[in-house]
């Protein structure tokens, strides 16, 4: 089943003409604090409680589902459309697309998107593994393709495990909305992309 796409802008003119809009939020709480839409609640994406979501949420109205760029969002779709949410719509572009069009958003506490984070530690593990493979055993240069064919992995499947340990970090939970449904997983299961 195809998701619905809107971008920020058909969103804030619903907004604006005083459509009552439920937007939830699906990036780690430590991303939500950063920088969020002013009337988005964070429900993390590794911790998307479907029946919780669904039980607050009246059927009928649709559902708007917001991450960094579309990517998990998308992902958090597809789950709430597999458990029964008959109008789930993605923000295109997420969060990074709504404050870039200037429309309201809370500005908290700095901090690395997950993204980032991949990235990050993708680039120190290949080095580490590069460095040992000349300095200590050439069998070390295992981790660098280990850590070459899980990005590769994560770009063909668009899932990423290393966004999915990351997302569980302690520095990535730090801050959880009070206005987040009960953290449970859904029974379709899925983890972070890398890229959204």
């Known amino acids: 089943m195809p998701i619905s796409v809107i971008s920020p802008k058909q969103l804030q003119d619903r907004i604006q003409t005083g459509e009552q809009v439920h937007l939830i939020d699906v990036r780690t709480p430590a991303e939500f604090r950063e920088v969020h839409a002013t009337i988005a609640s ?83 593990m290949s080095l580490a593994g590069g460095v040992l493979a000349i300095v200590v055993h050439p069998w070390w240069a295992g981790l660098s393709a280990f850590v070459g064919a899980g990005l590769m992995f994560a770009g063909i499947t668009d899932t990423c495990g290393m966004a999915m340990i990351l997302a569980r970090m302690p520095w990535n939970q730090v801050g959880k909305s009070p206005t987040s449904p009960a953290v449970k997983n859904c029974s379709t299961g899925s983890s972070p992309s890398c890229c959204g």
Not at 80 to 96: D, I
Request: charged content about 20%.
């Open 42 to 124: 964070n429900t993390p994406l590794e911790s998307l409680d479907c029946g919780a979501v669904l039980a607050a949420h009246p059927t009928n109205a649709p559902l708007y589902v917001i991450c960094r760029s579309g990517s998990r969002g998308k992902q958090a779709c597809e789950k709430l459309a597999a458990a029964g949410c008959t109008n789930v719509v993605n923000v295109e572009g997420g969060t990074m697309a709504w404050d870039q069009a200037g429309y309201p958003v809370v500005r908290g506490k700095k901090a690395i998107s997950l993204e980032r984070q991949v990235r990050i530690c993708a680039g120190f």
